[in-house]
């Protein structure tokens, strides 16, 4: 009851003649919703009486919730599709792929049907299609994408040997209703460059007429090269260790073996190996090992490389330091430009199940989807749980909240690669070899005005002078002009500081880093100007957009750097920007092409 309406009866008055009621907490609270309770029912029946409100106007008889409506027939397909595989929410890229591979995009409707399977909302389902360069999501109206695409590498090696004029020639003479030419970053094949992905055939030294002829051929599947089975493996003594260990093993030894060697994370951050397995294991269990196979950096090649010929070293080593930590399942997560090695890794992954020597499922391979941001250990740990590859903010390390927010030890494939050569011969492969003050082995990825591009396993210590002579010197017409020590984030070197050591903590001093030791070599006829905007270019384009320095910074960076004089206080003031308030190393290194540009080559910008 209100003071203005001490007779009950009055509410029903006041009600059906639609005046405001003002609701005064005081009196019987029961009696007073008995009273609007009958008032209600009142008022309906009046409304009833004529042609109301619910029989007329917009939007009478909706028959459906708001939104896409789920398509009986695309349903259907994504069931099929999916068979019998899980639909739990980390499987969604991977089911994602499934479509875009039997129907060459993501269509609105299959992408609602996927998400009405997995039991998500169609906000998950579309900012996940969406974020991925090999994804192509199709909103209702618009024209789905050609069947066949090309890609074509636009990397700093494969622009030195010619990829624009390539891809203006592809533009020109391929039917575009019929054939799709698309930009693309570094495809992990810079020794052959330039080189470009038809379907999922990549061709090397590629030309128009090659592309003609495979066009010609349908030849648009990957090509297996030859490489060491499980049988040859286990022949030559492979997988003898790993069960030794399991049976009469001791993690700890085993960990003081690998920080004996000197064995460092070859994917670019150089932590001791060994001391990761301690940090995991600190943590309660259950606990998960990742092998970091996104290898995206501009200029690398070193990890297709082993797993194209010996993907056996890089398995054991898995499995060895998944012992020594008590993982409970490993994930392999395998960059999507890279579709030979994950052929060669579902066939071997299933040996090693067929042999017994791991459980069905043990090895979980995801496949990536084109991001070099998943290079990132936290972003590849989001995409792995079928997120968007956004990196964390840490603390917490990876060490104590990982993949479903368990501990999770990540190791990148060349350093489980000698992971299990350490374990088989002993520390001394790697503490053996010394140069300039430096021990160990490197995998060096040499490309650009070499005369043989490829993958040089030399000393630690070795300079960049020993890298050209290793690769054959350089190309015939070039004269060494500058070098990219370990891919763009480490920028541009000047020929006159040829005597550094190419390893860790050697270039620190000078303003970059080793990296992955991604090496691209510039002769004199190449402009130091438009390799240091090649690398921009890539960064604006792979930046995940999550902090605003990354985001805007490479963007506004690109611009200024196209100016006919750079404004160098400008570019120094952003650089600094965003060095210092970028989230992960993407943001924070994409500066060093800049920064060293103007140190080492100003009269060139």
Sequence with gaps: ?????????SWRKSYAKGQKLSIVGRGNLSESRQVLC??????????????????SGRGKGRKTPKGRQLDDAAWAEVRALLGD????????????????????????????????EMRLSMAEVWEVATFYAHFDPVREGEVSPPDLTIRV???????????EQLIAALEAGMDPAKVRVLRAPCMGHCDTAPVLEIGHHHIDHATPEKVEAAIAASDTHAHIPAYETLAAYRAAGGYAKLLDLRVNGDWEKVQETILASGLRGLGGAGFPSGRKWGFVRANAGPRYLAVNGDEGEPGTFKDRFYLERTPHLMLEGMLIAAWAVEADKCFIYMRDEYPAVLHILRAEIAALEAAGLVGPGYIDLRRGAGAYICGEESAMIESIEGKRGIPRQRPPYVAQVGIFDRPTLVHNVETLHWVARICREGPEILSSTEKNGRKGLRSYSVSGRVAKPGVYLLPAGSTITDIITAAGGMAEGHDFKAYQPGG???GLLPASMSDIPLDFDTLQPHGTFIGSAAVVVLGHKDSIRDAALNMLRFFESESC????????GCEKAVKLMQAPKWDADLLGDLCTVMTDASICGLGQAAPNPIKLTLKHFPDEV
Aim: glycine share 6%; proline share 7%.
């Design 38 to 55: 009958a008032a209600d029912k009142e008022n309906d029946m009046a409304l009833d009486d004529g042609k109301g409100v619910w029989k």
């Design 85 to 116: 595989r899980p639909r739990s929410r980390d499987l969604l890229i991977e089911h994602l792929h499934l479509i875009q591979d039997a129907h060459g995009h993501l269509s609105a409707p299959h992408l609602r049907a996927l998400a009405e």
């Design 545 to 552: 957009g999550q902090c605003t320095p990354c985001r805007v």
């Design 488 to 490: 763009p984030s480490s």
């Design 1 to 9: 009851r209100s003071r203005r309406f001490p007779d009950p009866t």
């Design 153 to 163: 590498c636009e990397s700093l090696s494969c622009e030195l040997a010619g990829s």
